[in-house]
């Protein structure tokens, strides 16, 4: 048994992939199982080592362990000659053909609905390979989150395995992956819920046991259009670079989707423990910024180890102007600063508008005693 979070290094991390990341994290904790990461890079063109690079560096971040299978890192790119393969042994075994067209698509059916391809009757020999999907077959599945699901396959078009140019697609690559990884739980975003039949057809053709399915709600922005990466704060980076605290990203995720009674501050520990798949709600959710900095301002009073960062971030800020300072020196008022900066802070990047009083004693931005702000400055400045 195992689960798998299976990442596009196409672009930034979207808080989707991630909080995916989280819940399957957290099923593998649950239930003892491996946790294993598959770089999914089939699109040869968008897929880049940077973006695969800040996958694995975001899990560290979050604090999200995960196991290597055969203690490698499976990249479906280095196994297109498995799918190649496996493709041409469908259409020898009846379930693919070879394909010259270029859509599925009947304009002409006056039902609307996507039909089967001409060419899974004319025994090409070259071109595409296209699943010969059944016709008029009813695919059940029992979706951990949202219950039975029913699709009839006059709804499903002959989908495309291989491409002409034998770039294997991602409806293929999956299936071989996920069964020779022996991933027993598939749990993904509901954007995939479409895909789902598609694959158990792939499954029962290929003789593969068909995994379990959860698919998890939409998370939605404030204009209650889906979330893009590419809209402030859609991406994990987004929030980092913005000075969120790893735990407080966590927890809020966890939160976008899962409830447990009226708990709001939930450790990593405390997750696991609460942990059920069943409870995830079905409902899109809406990401609520000002959520996250409650958290974020939580776990920064809370979590010891963000007071030697804060510091080191505050002796970095003065090395960059020029302020001669060295670490010791600020012992001497620090307790007074972390108090008055802890009750303000809800994000790392709070702390530069807080302390700019370091390099413009003219300019305090919160109330306390003046003089012992500028105590501060010229003892600073002076050492």
Not at 256 to 285: Q, T, V
């Amino acid at each position: 048994m195992s689960v798998r979070f299976a990442p596009s290094p196409t672009g930034s991390m979207h808080i989707g992939n991630l909080r995916t990341a989280i819940f399957n994290w957290l099923y593998s904790k649950k239930y003892n199982i491996p946790f294993y990461i598959r770089i999914e890079d089939t699109d040869l063109s968008r897929s880049s080592k940077v973006y695969e690079e800040e996958i694995f560096n975001i899990l560290n971040i979050i604090g999200l362990d995960y196991n290597l299978f055969n203690n490698i890192i499976v990249r479906q790119s280095d196994r297109f000659h498995i799918y190649v393969n496996i493709a041409q042994q469908l259409v020898h075994d009846q379930f693919a053909y070879y394909c010259i067209c270029n859509s599925s698509y009947n304009k002409d059916n006056i039902n609307f609905q996507k039909i089967k391809c001409d060419c899974r009757t004319l025994n090409y020999t070259s071109g595409a390979i296209r699943f010969k999907t059944p016709i008029n077959k009813i695919i059940t599945f029992n979706d951990l989150v949202y219950g039975t699901i029913e699709t009839n396959t006059n709804e499903i078009e002959d989908f495309v395995l291989l491409r002409s140019d034998n770039i294997p697609t991602y409806m293929l690559c999956v299936v071989v992956d996920d069964n020779w990884m022996n991933i027993t739980t598939i749990i993904r975003g509901d954007d995939h819920k479409t895909n789902t039949p598609k694959q158990i057809l792939l499954y029962e053709a290929l003789r593969y046991n068909i995994p379990q399915f959860a698919h998890l709600p939409m998370i939605l922005g404030d204009d209650g259009k889906k979330l893009s990466k590419r809209k402030a704060n859609g991406s994990v980076m987004d929030l980092l670079n913005n000075g969120y605290v790893p735990s407080s990203i966590f927890n809020y995720l966890l939160k976008l989707g899962f409830g447990y009674k009226n708990e709001e501050i939930i450790s990593k520990d405390r997750a696991i423990e609460i942990f059920n798949i069943k409870h995830i709600n079905k409902a899109p959710c809406i990401f609520n910024e000002n959520k996250l900095q409650f958290l974020s301002k939580h776990y920064l009073k809370t979590e010891s180890i963000h007071e030697n960062i804060i510091k080191n971030m505050i002796t970095k800020y003065l090395e960059i102007n020029h302020i001669g300072y060295y670490s010791n020196n600020i012992t001497v008022y620090w307790d007074i600063l972390w108090k008055e900066l802890i009750m303000r802070l809800s994000t790392y990047n709070d702390l530069y508008h807080l302390i700019s009083f370091l390099t413009n004693p003219g300019l305090v931005l919160f109330t306390y005693d003046k003089n012992v702000v500028k105590d501060m400055y010229d003892f600073i400045s002076n050492n």
